[in-house]
């Protein structure tokens, strides 16, 4: 965190204890449905209140991040022509985090004390997530953050809608002891998610007589693989673990191709890799590849069926739809309930009547864990057909309960520390 920002965090977390509303141009609301108390400079008086969209519409995680916002907007645009929020209309407040986490950080605090958002949906890296943490944090506002994540966190002022460890890291390495893998090598972003999850993987595998045969990183962006593919087809080990981000896996499966290794004698299993990232990849580059997510357009019910017909229709025939989007959208509709049960849109309130707040999402029923924030999800691997979409291989069957310190695995021990 760069010394401009800190300076800024405390200052904020200074007028903000003082109880004061500075420089947000509106007024804590006089409608009784909110309350003083972690209001901020929210304004509910009017027949609208504002929501802050805060997504990477430029830079490296673009390719991921404006399907999301995409996403969020259709969640918003079905509310509000459902009759909104306790009644009132979202009027969206939307900014670009141009894939920087330090961006990220400066346009939730003009989100929070200049817009005076009532929550913020948005986020997509753990460095991004880490960065944004302090700023809402200190000023007692809300984050709804869509995206799969290393677990080993959890706060009372961010509502987890992706998957934690336990629900998609961990069922994945199951899937992948279960298919015969007894090496691994792993591959990853060098930046907080990777690392952390590699860590959680190491643990797993010792625990359970896996081999780690390497492990390696490159930076957010990075486009040449040559080196790191050599290395990985040289360690031959049954399997890869993947938790590269962004556009540097189409990079990475290029060259993966290219050396002559396949889905079949190498598989690579990814855990940032849905729908909409394997259009830029290319399918011939990584068809038959498994995933681990919790949603895949090819989900078979009313609800998903709906989904993903809206989202077409908004956005055009040949869009897909994916796991943090859904998650994205799925976010907006669970602030909805949390505030229509509290009959309030105060923070404190809110945290309060969040747990067991549920929604019928297109990924299933989803609902609200009121302790850690995060929301119960089923786990599925997937596998990347020639059409390009993704198609169940393994499935929990039911949704797992979020565990994101990993606290029913003894392998896990420590972990957190």
Not at 93 to 101: I, K, L, M, Q, Y
Request: aromatic share 8%; charged share 20%; glycine share 10%.
């Amino acid at each position: 965190m760069n010394i401009s920002l800190a300076r800024r965090l405390v200052a904020a977390a200074t007028v903000s204890a003082m109880g004061l509303l500075v420089g947000c141009g509106a007024r804590v609301s006089d409608d009784p449905s909110t309350s003083a108390a972690g209001a901020g400079c929210v304004d509910t008086s009017g027949s609208s209140v504002k929501i802050g969209f805060l997504n990477s519409r430029s830079g490296t995680m673009a390719i991921s991040e404006n399907t999301v916002y995409n996403s969020l907007k259709l969640a918003a645009d079905q509310i509000n022509a459902a009759g909104g929020v306790a009644g009132k209309q979202l009027a969206i407040v939307a900014e670009d985090g141009a894939s920087e986490p330090t961006t990220f950080a400066e346009k939730a605090e003009k989100l929070i004390r200049g817009d005076c958002v009532a929550a913020v949906f948005g986020g997509w890296t753990s460095s991004s997530r880490k960065a944004m943490l302090p700023v809402f944090e200190s000023n007692n506002a809300l984050l709804f953050y869509p995206v799969q994540y290393e677990g080993l966190e959890s706060s009372k002022n961010i509502f987890y809608t992706g998957a934690t460890t336990n629900q998609q890291i961990v069922p994945a390495l199951d899937y992948l002891k279960e298919k015969g893998a007894k090496s691994l090598f792993l591959v990853g972003s060098d930046y907080v998610f990777p690392q952390t999850a590699n860590k959680i993987i190491k643990a797993y595998a010792k625990a359970n007589g896996i081999e780690v045969k390497g492990e390696e990183y490159a930076p957010l962006g990075h486009t040449d693989f040559s080196t790191i593919v050599s290395k990985v087809k040289a360690a031959d080990a049954d399997a890869v673990f993947n938790t590269l981000n962004g556009d540097s896996n189409v990079a990475f499966f290029k060259e993966y191709k290219n050396a002559g290794l396949t889905a079949d004698a190498m598989p690579v299993l990814s855990v940032s890799i849905a729908e909409e990232e394997v259009g830029g990849i290319g399918v011939g580059n990584i068809v038959g590849q498994p995933v681990a997510w919790n949603y895949y357009q090819t989900i078979d019910s009313a609800q998903n069926k709906k989904f993903v017909a809206d989202f077409k229709a908004a956005y055009g025939p040949t869009k897909v739809t994916s796991d943090p989007m859904e998650a994205a959208y799925t976010s907006l509709y669970l602030w909805k309930g949390m505030v229509e049960k509290a009959k309030s849109f105060a923070v404190a309130d809110i945290q309060k009547a969040a747990g067991g707040v549920t929604f019928d999402a297109p990924e299933g029923k989803v609902t609200v864990n009121g302790e850690n924030h995060h929301i119960a999800k089923t786990a599925l691997i997937g596998k990347i057909g020639q059409d390009g979409l993704i198609h169940t291989d393994w499935t929990s069957g039911k949704p797992i309960e979020p565990d994101p310190y990993l606290k029913s695995y003894p392998w896990a021990t420590g972990l957190s520390g």
